[in-house]
């Protein structure tokens, strides 16, 4: 049983007019892209946040990134244990069968995600250490990070660091995937967190050497 309705009626406006436009100026294009499969050079982590839109920001077209979207843009650590594990599946895709060349982590400014575990450790949001919370469970990978952080005294400045934090605390767990840490030794994956400012539209990404995040 399922409770499938037909598209509401902006979406089906918006997709023939997409139809009659790009895809029909283009269609050898895409037709190619079809027959070709996909060759993505970049695999891109980010915030299911609709602010976050990774596409606009680098100019991507279709095929070129390899896309994977969950709450704040966390990849948990490697945990073989059977389970349903949709963010370790993408990552082992795109690094084991489409061997990306970059991985990119994204994080960005207000997001309710970090919002929501900042909330859940300060003990504001009970409702999150519920074990029947998906989102807070999935938010549990990002507490060592509020401890780190509580003692910023600015909530804003807080939220920030935390929401940094986040894309480094998803670099580390990276590495404990063992086909993430051979292509990143053999040379054939290049990691990089990046932190997205939505409104002043600035875009700034972790120098290991500088040991923060610096304006790209
Ligand atoms: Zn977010």
Request: net charge negative.
């Amino acid at each position: 049983m399922h409770r499938a309705r037909p598209l509401p009626q902006y979406l089906v406006q918006r997709y023939h007019g997409w139809k009659a436009t790009i895809h029909a100026e283009n269609k050898a294009w895409y037709r190619r892209l079809a027959e070709e499969g996909q060759r993505p050079r970049a695999m891109i982590i980010s915030c299911c946040d609709s602010r976050v839109h990774v596409t606009s920001i680098f100019g991507a077209d279709e095929g070129e990134f390899f896309i994977h979207r969950n709450i704040a843009g966390l990849v948990p650590p490697y945990a073989p244990d059977g389970d349903h594990h949709g963010t370790s599946a993408a990552v082992e895709y795109a690094v084991t069968v489409l061997k990306v060349a970059n991985l990119l982590v994204v994080g960005h400014s207000s997001c309710g995600g970090v919002r929501g575990c900042h909330d859940m450790c300060a003990g504001l949001a009970p409702q999150l250490e519920e074990k029947s919370s998906f989102i807070g469970r999935w938010m549990d990978i990002l507490r060592p990070s509020y401890q780190r952080m509580a003692q910023i005294a600015d909530e804003t400045a807080r939220l920030e660091a935390m929401e940094k934090d986040a894309v480094l605390v998803s670099l580390e767990n990276l590495l404990t995937f063992p086909f993430v840490r051979d292509a990143v030794e053999a040379e054939e994956l290049t990691l990089h967190g990046i932190w997205n400012d939505i409104g002043a539209g600035n875009v700034e990404c972790y120098d290991p050497a500088a040991g923060r995040f610096v304006p790209v």
